[in-house]
Every structure is written in structure tokens, then in C-alpha cells.
């Protein structure tokens, strides 16, 4: 199994997320005249957003070698206080567990229990910077991703969510951060009547891209912590960085 490509440094310490360019002209379009009606409805969404549980598969495609490396397992998004807290698994064969990630109060956690070894990433004065990431789509306001990207409308889109298929919009993101190179730019497929995105491409500046659809999606409901729990014992190996 390659390293876990839902991290490459993100000011080096970060691996992509989640990557190329869309054609210049697409950055150079007007305001569409729904966006603003878009970020009202997920600010109103967001207000409401407790938590959410899904399951995520990823295709992340490294341009060097041609190669596509599939993940997919579950996932939760969690509000805590004005925090954004988040957990992920990464399922092998058999459906056991091969990679568990925790990010939680500005630190990240990565299990690996063939190894039973944890990495922990601490987002020190970059914390905003990993919750930007790690939670996009996800429980927050329009208002708060206006403040942090260049956002422009792409029209609306359908997609499935289980059995049934929700219209969202798709919205192509520019970081208003001139420090940040990671991406290119993002492109999120949002459902603003629940505050959270069905799909998520993260274009890198090397040309690798990682796609993320999100399916099954639960709002608001009871977490199974014990799912994403990470166990450590006496032996466990513990690498921070």
C-alpha cells in the first residue's frame, strides 16, 4: 500500500487531501447571479450542521507514473463548539481496517495497525489552514468559504447520494492565501441545503488529482466512535513530525 495520499504537505508537512488546471478562462467569468444565492443557503444549512457520516471513495491519479491508487471507507464530519473535528478509515481487504485518521483540535493522527505505528502531524499556526482541507463542504457557511477562496458558480449538477440524486452546485475554488501552492485549485459538488459536498477534485500544481465522491450520506445522526477509534498500546509506535 503507497503512503496515504489523503496527506502531502500543505506548507510541507501535508499530502494532498483529497488533484491539471481548468482552461484560464473559466477564473476570468463574472459572478454568476445564483452564487449568492448558494452561499445564503449554506449559511443557513450550516447553522444546523451537528455532524455527518458517509462513505468516501477516492481516486488519486500521480500524473509521473500514470497510476491511480483507490481508498475508500468511512467517514464522519463532527461540530465541536466552533471547531471542526474529523475521522476517516481506510478499508483493505476483508473490509479491515488499514489506515485509521483522526484529526481533532489542530492534530492529525494517522493508525496504521500492520505496523502498529501512529503519525502525528500538529498544525501549530496552520490549524485554520488544515480545517480549510480536511472539513471542506462540510457543515461549513457560505459566508466563511467566500472569506477564505475565490469562488465562481459552475452551474448545477446531479448527483446520487444513495438511492436518491441531489442537484448540486458545482463551485470552483481559488485560494485567496498567496502562501498557498498545494493546489491549483479545488472544485466541490455542494448540496447548500444540507451544507456539505458530494464530490471534491483537488488539482495539484505537478498534475496529480485526487477525486472524492461521497455517498450514503447521514445528517446529524449518532457517530459510532468506536469505528474510527485509534488503540494504542504499550508497543505501538508513535512518530510526530
Not at 28 to 53: I, Y
Request: charged fraction near 20%.
Amino acid at each position: 500500500m503507497q503512503e496515504f495520499k489523503y496527506m502531502k504537505p500543505i506548507r510541507g508537512v501535508l499530502s494532498a487531501v483529497i488533484l491539471a488546471a481548468l482552461p484560464t478562462t473559466i477564473f476570468g467569468q463574472a459572478a454568476s447571479p445564483q452564487l449568492g444565492g448558494v452561499l445564503k443557503q449554506m449559511d443557513t444549512a450550516s447553522k444546523n450542521f451537528r455532524n455527518a457520516t458517509a462513505n468516501f471513495h477516492c481516486d488519486y491519479y500521480e500524473r509521473v507514473v500514470r497510476d491511480t491508487t483507490t481508498q475508500q471507507g468511512p467517514v464522519y464530519f463532527q461540530r465541536q463548539g466552533d471547531q471542526m473535528q474529523m475521522g476517516l478509515v481506510v478499508e483493505g481487504p476483508q473490509n479491515k481496517p488499514e489506515k485509521i485518521v483522526q484529526y481533532k483540535d489542530g492534530t492529525l493522527q494517522m493508525f496504521e495497525p500492520s505496523v502498529d505505528q501512529i503519525t502525528v502531524l500538529h498544525a501549530g499556526a496552520d490549524q485554520a489552514q488544515y480545517s480549510q482541507y480536511f472539513t471542506l463542504g462540510f457543515g461549513g457557511s457560505g459566508t466563511a468559504l467566500e472569506r477564505a477562496w475565490n469562488v465562481t458558480d459552475l452551474g448545477t449538477e446531479t448527483l446520487p447520494d444513495g438511492s436518491q440524486q441531489v442537484k448540486t452546485d458545482k463551485l470552483d475554488l481559488t485560494s485567496k492565501d498567496p502562501a498557498s501552492k498545494t493546489f491549483t485549485h479545488i472544485t466541490i459538488w455542494v448540496d447548500p441545503t444540507r451544507a456539505l459536498s458530494l464530490k471534491q477534485v483537488f488539482y495539484l500544481a505537478n498534475d496529480d488529482k485526487r477525486t472524492c465522491n461521497y455517498s450514503d450520506v447521514k445528517l446529524n445522526g449518532k457517530i459510532d466512535m468506536k469505528t474510527f477509534e485509534i488503540k494504542k498500546n504499550d508497543h505501538t509506535t508513535v512518530v510526530n513530525r
